[in-house]
Nanobody, 122 residues
Framework: HVQLVESGGGSVAAGGSLRLSCAAY????????MAWFRQVPGKEHEVVASKVLGTTLSNYADAVKGRFTISLDGAENTVYLQMNSLNPEDTAIYYC????????????????WGHGTQVTVS
């Protein structure tokens, strides 16, 4: 039974930084990507960043390029999202996700999800 557990959300002033963490447990098959998504109430969730396990390859949404950094710990079972220069438009619930299946794009096909952590920028 796969579990993704996020932590590190909170409230921060515009221009500040937060670091989100997501610990993964219970994989039967190692994922090929781990990612962060975010969702504002009333809107569809959007991908923020994704990283291919075992490589240096990362992908970012245009809105966060240059401000956010996704990384993995050495064991590749914890994924982080370092968020700098935060602005109110970054306010959302942030979800950790993972996939162990192939997909057409880097932002599709995620089959494991955390419960989310709130980030509020004011």
């Amino acid at each position: 039974h796969v579990q993704l557990v996020e932590s590190g959300g909170g409230s921060v002033a515009a221009g500040g930084s937060l670091r989100l963490s997501c610990a993964a447990y219970g994989y039967t098959y190692t994922p090929n990507r781990m990612a962060w998504f975010r969702q504002v109430p009333g809107k569809e969730h959007e991908v923020v960043a994704s990283k291919v396990l075992g490589t240096t390859l990362s992908n970012y949404a245009d809105a966060v390029k240059g401000r956010f950094t996704i990384s993995l710990d050495g064991a590749e079972n914890t994924v982080y999202l370092q968020m700098n220069s935060l602005n109110p438009e970054d306010t959302a619930i942030y979800y950790c996700a993972a996939r162990n299946l192939a997909a057409a794009t880097w932002y599709e096909g995620y089959n494991f999800w955390g419960h989310g952590t709130q980030v509020t920028v004011s």
